[in-house]
């Protein structure tokens, strides 16, 4: 990868994080703190996928942010200065739940000898 394509989308990564909150504050699920833990543009630069985590419902979050898809691409298309902003995809990212399944995985293993 280039350096233009990192901060492009180490950019995108901020933008989308703050529209994301703004959106989601009237959202009726409860999430607790939602988190923007990377963004990754395909290869032909159409797509631009947005994995997020949350403390609480994350297996909801994704269709939740789809809901307010139409306004977070509309805005990020007035503050992403590009030719041509990809179209945004979210996606959960379960690091931190895999993290702690492993983790408990692991306790349960010294707990046993």
């Known amino acids: 990868m280039t350096i233009k394509h990192d901060k492009f989308e180490s950019i995108a990564r901020e933008i989308i994080s703050n529209l994301i909150h703004e959106e989601m504050e009237m959202e009726e699920i409860d999430f607790g703190p939602i988190t923007v833990?990377?963004?990754v543009v395909s290869k032909d630069k159409?797509?631009?996928d947005i994995y997020v985590s949350s403390f609480?419902?994350?297996?909801?979050l994704p269709k939740a942010l789809?809901?307010?898809?139409?306004?977070?691409?509309?805005n990020a298309n007035k503050l992403i200065k590009t030719?041509?902003?990809?179209?945004?995809r979210f996606r959960?990212?379960?690091t931190w739940e895999d993290m702690a399944y492993i983790s408990g995985i692991i306790n349960d293993l010294d707990t046993n000898k």
């Open 46 to 48: 159409s797509y631009l």
């Open 92 to 94: 959960a990212d379960k």
């Open 66 to 74: 789809s809901k307010h898809w139409f306004n977070i691409q509309r």
């Open 37 to 39: 833990t990377k963004a």
């Open 83 to 88: 030719r041509r902003v990809p179209k945004i």
């Open 56 to 60: 609480k419902n994350i297996e909801l």
